[in-house]
């Protein structure tokens, strides 16, 4: 049975500090890892998907990094800001492309 | 892009009543469609795989009779949670979509409270 971890549960941190959240999983025969961000009370926002062959991903600030064989993706935020407080959780495909295993998240706090 | 969109976003109701939740694919067909429960700071917990035209699977010690589910077309799946007790409140997520190089699409969630 697939299981994710991510460290740390809770991060808070000072205006534009860059930042690394980890994932890590234990079956690593995954088709794709995806990122999401989850403010409070409300559902999830896909940031960034990485394919099993590929080994990062960028969008704007965030960086993701895949290593399949050590089971672990990183979740990189650059000059990070206010409006990046959210929960960030990393999902792995059960089997096939369908259901996915969540981490429990990591909480980041960013303060002015 | 691809929009999954959820209803009601939150419910504050009586136990005992029942309470439908609608998950609607809003620009492409989901033939499947995904249910997921959170509690506070956990992650989210799969309950089950809404197919279009057949049986939802749920999944192990999910009741089925508690969380009725209906996918009655292709672009609207239901999650009916019948005589709703404090013990059934949580916030209640759908998805749609995904594939390989994809991602999957979550709604906006639903608060549910049973008094």
């Known amino acids: 049975k697939q299981e994710v971890t991510q460290i740390p549960a809770a991060l808070s941190v000072p205006e534009g500090e860059n930042l690394v959240l980890n994932c890590s999983f234990t079956?690593?025969?995954?088709?794709?890892l995806q990122w999401f961000r989850q403010d409070p009370g409300k559902g999830l926002t896909s940031l960034l998907l990485?394919?099993?062959?590929?080994r990062e991903q960028t969008s704007g600030r965030l960086n993701a990094s895949l290593d399949k064989s050590s089971g672990r993706s990183t979740l990189y935020i650059a000059a990070s800001q206010p409006g990046d407080s959210a929960t960030y959780l990393c999902?792995?495909?059960?089997?096939?492309?369908?259901?996915?295993?969540f981490g429990k998240g990591t909480m980041l706090l960013v303060s002015p | 892009g691809a929009v999954v969109s959820q209803h009601p976003s939150w419910v504050i109701c009586k136990s005992g009543t029942s309470v439908k939740i609608e998950c609607r694919s809003l620009?492409?067909?989901?033939?499947?469609m995904f249910w997921y429960r959170q509690f506070p700071k956990q992650s989210l917990m799969l309950m089950a795989t809404?197919?279009?035209?057949?049986?939802?699977?749920?999944e192990q010690g999910v009741e089925k009779d508690k969380f009725l589910i209906n996918h009655a077309s292709l672009t609207l799946s239901t999650l009916t949670v019948t005589s709703a007790h404090p013990e059934d409140s949580s916030f209640y997520i759908c998805?749609?979509?995904?594939?390989?190089?994809?991602?999957?699409?979550f709604g906006d969630g639903t608060r549910l409270s049973i008094l």
């Open positions: 620009d492409f067909q989901a033939t499947t």
């Open positions: 079956d690593s025969a995954i088709y794709n």
């Open positions: 999902a792995v495909p059960n089997s096939g492309y369908s259901t996915l295993t």
């Open positions: 998805s749609a979509g995904g594939t390989a190089d994809q991602p999957q699409h």
């Open positions: 809404s197919n279009e035209g057949s049986k939802a699977t749920y």
């Open positions: 990485i394919q099993s062959s590929q």
